[in-house]
């Protein structure tokens, strides 16, 4: 049966979006070149201009299609049927591995972060609206009721996302100051893999109230969730 969805126009269509996200992510919006889009996506060039205005329009296109995919991988996660805690812990480490995994993504949203700042960004408005407002509506939904249910901590929401997700981008980010310390490679498979572990059991000891239980549910929370399989971290991430 037809399903527009499984249309040759479509599928197209996603070619050349899953080509733009390497091609950007890699080389930023100046620098990606609309040849090797098309050649990444199997497609005459000409082609590109038929589904996008123009290299902006791809670009915000881009974003757009890989942050709806991040969000709702983490919408998955904060809508588990689990207590509010567990469900916090299991945000914090999909968006750990989300920094390790989805390099994509990651390079991405640094780039546009630093357009948004030199107001050249069209994109950031549209990308809080699809991916993060819902994301971290609902994170501050899930924190009330764990608070409500005298689960967690009653302290302030954004304070919680700050220890739960901000520590998360400072490792990747202070990364080449580490190692020019001398503390050994923080990028390493095993220096991740150690750090995601105590960053989960670190929640679990801070935002619960029984400071017991909650160290049992980070433990439940990593088995579950082992390290995803992916190839070594580029330097750039950090």
């Known amino acids: 049966m037809y399903t527009p969805s499984n249309s040759r126009s479509d599928q197209t269509r996603n070619r050349i979006l899953l080509a733009a996200i390497q091609e950007f992510s890699d080389h930023g919006l100046a620098g990606a070149r609309t040849g090797a889009i098309a050649a990444g996506a199997g497609v005459n060039k000409a082609l590109l201009y038929y589904y996008f205005r123009d290299k902006e329009s791809l670009y915000t296109s881009a974003l757009e299609e890989v942050?709806?995919?991040?969000?709702?991988?983490?919408?998955?996660?904060?809508?588990?049927?689990?207590?509010?805690g567990e469900r916090l812990l299991r945000f914090a480490l999909q968006h750990f591995d989300r920094v390790t995994a989805h390099q994509a993504f990651q390079a991405l949203m640094q780039?546009?972060?630093?357009?948004?700042?030199?107001?050249?960004?069209?994109?950031?408005?549209?990308?809080a609206k699809i991916a993060f407002e819902p994301m971290f509506t609902r994170a501050q939904d899930i924190a009330a009721e764990g608070i409500g249910v005298g689960e967690l901590v009653d302290v302030d929401y954004m304070q919680m996302m700050y220890a739960a997700l901000g520590a998360n981008v400072f490792y990747f980010l202070s990364a080449p100051m580490v190692r020019l310390l001398g503390h050994g490679d923080p990028l390493s498979p095993e220096a991740v893999a150690q750090r995601r572990t105590i960053a989960i059991e670190f929640l679990g000891q801070t935002l619960f109230i029984d400071r017991k239980r909650g160290a049992r549910i980070a433990k439940a929370v990593l088995a579950a969730m082992p390290v995803p399989e992916i190839a070594a971290i580029e330097r750039k991430t950090a």
């Open 67 to 84: 942050a709806a995919k991040v969000a709702g991988a983490a919408l998955a996660v904060l809508d588990m049927d689990c207590s509010p």
């Open 111 to 127: 780039q546009e972060m630093i357009r948004f700042r030199e107001g050249q960004s069209n994109a950031m408005e549209v990308i």
